[in-house]
């Protein structure tokens, strides 16, 4: 009698391979290395067996993190502390009054050096790795590929010095170096627990924690400087700017049109010219602008410009234009 031809026991259920074998691409497309393993020339018989107990290695990825990893690359606490030790420094070279002129002559000379090994490193690749296996705990990743932010660091204090009177530029300084790492450091902690800043024209991921640090540092800042002895034991032949009780000079008495105090780009903004009767900025109401000025100046996008470079220069014209609109209309 004819019936169905029974299946030798040798030859395997088509049925069971093709089960088998979907479970296991199932599984396979579950994994990273799937999709890798496709796009070699060894085919697709060949990836879908390799990875399969890469699936059961990756299950559970293991979440610790070093304690180099942590504090270099998480915090970045030596970058923060190179970063806060610039203001203490520019405080000893004030309080040692030495000359503006040879500090700006041995910053433009660092300029140089620093532009030139910055140079060298994205264009030899042996001289990048002994410069990153030296340097790179200081530098973020993003850093690696594209300009050094000690570049721009040294050409916002540069321009601070030059451009303002001493005072100023000394704040305009010490504002990016203390405000910067606070706002920084801050807003990691609290930022998720706080609305984030508009943007524009903040910059993104710029939260209102950070801002708020930055701002409250910005007026210790201020007040430390001029609040206390710190200004009158520094003071240069220039004067300073303001004093508290003391009388305003630009938008009174400062040279140039307006009284702005501008005489050119060789000297920048003097804030002393003829005597002046009108009162100065409370001190209360010029600590909150400069709070507010350096909290602004730190959030701010301004297009790719990084913020070592602007922010010294903006805040140094944010004090500026609230001293001179101060003794000029009020």
Known sequence: MDG???????QPQRSNSLEKGSAVLRALARS?????AIMTSEGPAVAAAA?????????APSTEISTWDLVVNKWEVPRKILHCSIGFVVLYLYFQHVDLDKIVRVLFYMFLFVSSADLLRLNVPAFERIYEFVLGFLMREGEKERVNGVVFYLLGVIVALKLFPEDIGC???????WCDPSASTFGRIFGR??????SPPFARRKSLAGFIAASIMGVFVAYMFWGTS????????S?????????????????????????GFSTGFVSRGGASTKPAIPAWLLYTLCGLISGVTEALDLGGIDDNMSIPILAGFGIWAVLWVWGLFV
């Open 239 to 263: 004067r300073l700017s303001w004093t508290p009780g003391g009388f305003s000079h630009f938008g009174t008495s400062a040279p140039g049109f307006l009284h702005t105090g501008w005489t």
């Open 51 to 59: 990875p399969v107990q890469k699936v059961a290695s990756k299950a």
């Open 193 to 198: 627990s706080t609305p984030s800043l508009p």
């Open 171 to 177: 704040i305009s300084i010490i504002i990016l170096s």
């Open 230 to 237: 710190i200004g009158r034991i520094g003071e240069r032949p």
């Open 4 to 10: 169905p031809r029974p299946v030798p026991p040798t």
């Open 32 to 36: 990273p290395s799937y999709h890798e």
